[in-house]
T-cell receptor, first 112, second 113 residues
Framework: RKEVEQDPGPFNVPEGATVAFNCTYS??????FFWYRQDCRKEPKLLMS???SGNEDGRFTAQLNRASQYISLLIRDSKLSDSATYLC?????????????FGRGTQLTVWP | DTGVSQDPRHKITKRGQNVTFRCDPI?????LYWYRQTLGQGPEFLTY????????KSRLLSDRFSAERPKGSFSTLEIQRTEQGDSAMYLC???????????FGEGSRLTVL
């Protein structure tokens, strides 16, 4: 079983829509969780960290469910510029924080 | 530009040749990582340095792969006797402290013919 599993999509939504991505991780001892964004043919960039209590950054909301080992990202009022691949990222327990496992990514296309 | 820079951006080589990639991290970042990414997949961890010390190495990194970070500044990743399966984007990232925020370079794309 892979450390991080994501639905690869693609998700195609109209501008203004709300879209949610899910991710599951295999190691219950993982402590740090992130969402990264990767534009086509570009490098990944940190979108947001995911905290136990859930956190929001503008139109983006991240949730963590430790019991189910499940992470979600909700994007409200989608913009054309949100089109990208969203990578779910989890740390490897017992390792340096930087040993991060990346999911394969979920592709989002927002159309006008 | 004070971001992470990688060189070369593209490399085409014949099977069996050696290639070397260079990464210059953000200057105040003491951690440096190498990842490999193939089409449709997320980045796969290869190895990690804290300053000049190579602290972790993935099982993905066969004996043909070697990475160095002399003096804790730039890093090199060398692949010897390249194989077609080595074709991928090689990403370098740096991190200040242990925040989990990795700053990636634009990558070095390797094509092995």
């Amino acid at each position: 079983r892979k450390e991080v599993e994501q639905d690869p999509g693609p998700f195609n939504v109209p501008e203004g829509a709300t879209v949610a991505f899910n991710c599951t991780y295999s190691n219950s001892a993982s402590q740090s969780f992130f969402w990264y964004r990767q534009d086509c043919r570009k490098e990944p960039k940190l979108l947001m960290s995911v905290y136990s209590s859930g956190n929001e950054d503008g139109r983006f909301t991240a949730q963590l469910n430790r019991a189910s080992q499940y992470i979600s990202l909700l994007i409200r009022d989608s913009k054309l510029s949100d089109s990208a691949t969203y990578l779910c990222v989890v740390n490897r327990p017992g390792s340096t924080l930087g040993r991060l496992y990346f999911g394969r990514g979920t592709q989002l296309t927002v159309w006008p | 530009d004070t971001g992470v820079s990688q060189d070369p951006r593209h490399k085409i080589t014949k099977r069996g040749q050696n290639v070397t990639f260079r990464c210059d991290p953000i200057s105040e970042h003491n951690r440096l990582y190498w990842y490999r990414q193939t089409l449709g997949q997320g980045p796969e961890f290869l190895t990690y340095f804290q300053n000049e010390a190579q602290l972790e190495k993935s099982r993905l990194l066969s004996d043909r792969f070697s990475a160095e970070r002399p003096k804790g500044s730039f890093s090199t990743l060398e692949i010897q006797r390249t194989e077609q399966g080595d074709s991928a984007m090689y990403l370098c990232a740096s991190e200040r402290g242990a925040t989990g925020e990795l700053f990636f370079g634009e990558g070095s794309r390797l094509t092995v013919l």
